[in-house]
């Protein structure tokens, strides 16, 4: 275990001023959040000497073109036309390294792509529903990759398989439409995490997909990705203030964001009682599509937490998705990621 985990406990709550403070963010109007009637920690807002965040350094252009290389050679030139990604900080968590629009357009529907077409439905990869549930993987021929679930179509009721439940006294059938639409929360890749128990188990975890193993390691060469949870988020959904103290190792965590914005909550350890008396106790950002964010150093084992995402803030570049294709495959599922936010969440665990 990490030298700063060896005293956290992974199932201990947040305090109950802290839940507080997420419940009063959670309930803040959306409408005027979006008119900037209520103050946010927004690192996209320029001029940058006009807000409190400061600059920390830059991720080199050919570091990220080295880094897109590893999802394909058609993605090397996607590159930052404006030069370096600056990395930004708030002086009340310096760890916490703040990358906006690192990801473009193109980089973040090709990871769409390949997360949700094709890790998901790798049977390896352990989602929310199989505890309770048997799941239908879609069929492939042996010399093709797996089948997305999204080749199953939304609206039939009688030719798609059924997620049928393995104690069918407790849960009911789901189809395809229920799942992909509300009830699939998250799926993990490479380590896979027991979230009853809150740890890694001992056996050896499926191999993490080696091309977003290298794409990752080129951006944050200091984090070696053995684990990851892309969760699944519709407006309405939240993740509870939590810590991350699992990992036997105290490597940076790395989180890409996909979809519909967010508020993205995280706290600094609780000081000394003369400390507290600082107004400011919290950092909430609004994080967007391709915004990426380091949680090193004093963040890595901060509370943090999602209050609330924000619907009907998806970008047009990524609305349709998964349509859209020059295939014409997904079709019916048009307009699904046009409430969605996904987030892919990275860590190294030993």
């Known amino acids: ?30 409408a005027a959040l979006l008119r900037g009637e209520i103050p946010l920690d927004d690192p996209r807002r320029l001029p940058l000497e006009e807000t409190e965040f400061r600059l920390s350094g830059h991720i080199p252009r050919e570091q990220i073109a080295e880094a897109f290389a590893h999802l394909g050679p058609e993605y090397v030139d996607e590159g930052r036309e404006d030069g370096d990604a ?44 199989h505890l309770h549930y048997n799941l239908p993987y879609p069929s492939s021929s042996s010399s093709s990759p797996p089948a997305s679930f999204f080749s199953l179509p939304p609206t039939s009721t009688t030719t798609t398989p059924l997620f049928t439940p393995k104690d069918p006294s407790v849960h009911n059938p789901l189809s395809i ?12 890749l490479g380590g896979q995490y027991d979230w009853t128990n809150r740890v890694y188990p001992d056996a050896a975890p499926p191999q993490f997909p080696a091309d977003l193993a290298g794409f990752l390691k080129a951006l944050f ?26 990992e036997e190792v105290d490597r940076g965590l790395v989180s890409l964001s996909f979809g519909c914005d967010c508020l993205f909550m995280i706290a600094p350890k609780e000081e000394k009682e003369e400390k507290k008396k600082k107004k400011k106790k919290y950092l909430l950002l609004r994080l967007r599509s391709g915004d990426a964010i380091y949680m090193t150093q004093e963040s890595r084992y901060a509370w943090h937490g999602v209050p609330k995402v924000m619907k009907g803030t998806c970008p047009e570049y990524l609305a349709d998705w998964p349509a859209g294709r020059e295939d014409g495959q997904y079709e019916e599922w048009k307009g699904w990621m046009q409430n969605k936010r996904i987030n892919l969440n990275v860590r190294q665990m030993r």
């Open 1 to 30: 275990m990490a030298p700063g985990a060896l005293d956290l406990d992974a199932h201990e709550q947040p305090s109950d001023q802290m839940k507080a403070e997420w419940k009063h963010f959670a309930r803040l109007d959306q």
């Open 86 to 129: 600056p990395i930004l900080y708030h002086p009340l968590l310096p760890g916490l390294l703040i990358i906006p629009s690192l990801i473009p357009p193109a980089v973040q529907t090709h990871l769409l792509n390949t997360m949700i077409h094709r890790d998901l439905s790798n049977p390896t990869h352990q989602t929310n529903l």
């Open 177 to 188: 439409a229920q799942v992909l639409n509300r009830r699939l929360h998250w799926v993990t």
């Open 221 to 246: 060469p200091e984090t070696l990705a053995q684990a990851a949870i892309v969760n699944f988020y519709t407006p309405g959904d939240t993740m509870m203030m939590h810590r991350d103290v699992s």
